[in-house]
């Protein structure tokens, strides 16, 4: 995937959709950047050479998903519901 840093960023976590991160807001920037370092997302410096690492290496894409999904598993309302109820 192609994205902005911004809420989508979940939702493509939750996926396992290897992406190339755009920061586009400020207050963007601390969290694309841990999501980075652990290897959940590559943000983009230069998108033509971005793009041709990645798209050239199917492990990385493999690992780039595999740590986007341990990132967010998409369970949260049902986590927060069974800590709510107890």
Same mark, same amino acid.
């Given at each position: ?31 694309? $950047?841990?999501?980075?370092? +652990? /290897?959940?997302? %590559? !943000? ?25 999904? $341990?990132?967010?598993?998409? +369970? /949260?309302?049902? %986590? !927060? ?6």
């Amino acid at each position: 995937a192609i994205g902005a840093a911004g809420a989508t960023t979940w939702e493509r976590c939750c996926l396992g959709l290897p992406t190339l991160l755009f920061i586009t807001a400020n207050n963007q920037k601390e969290i694309a $950047n841990n999501l980075e370092q +652990l /290897g959940a997302v %590559k !943000i983009v410096k230069n998108f033509t050479q971005d793009f041709q690492v990645l798209s050239n290496n199917f492990s990385a894409w493999k690992k780039m998903s595999n740590h986007a999904q $341990n990132i967010c598993d998409g +369970l /949260g309302s049902n %986590k !927060i519901s069974a800590l709510l109820e107890g």
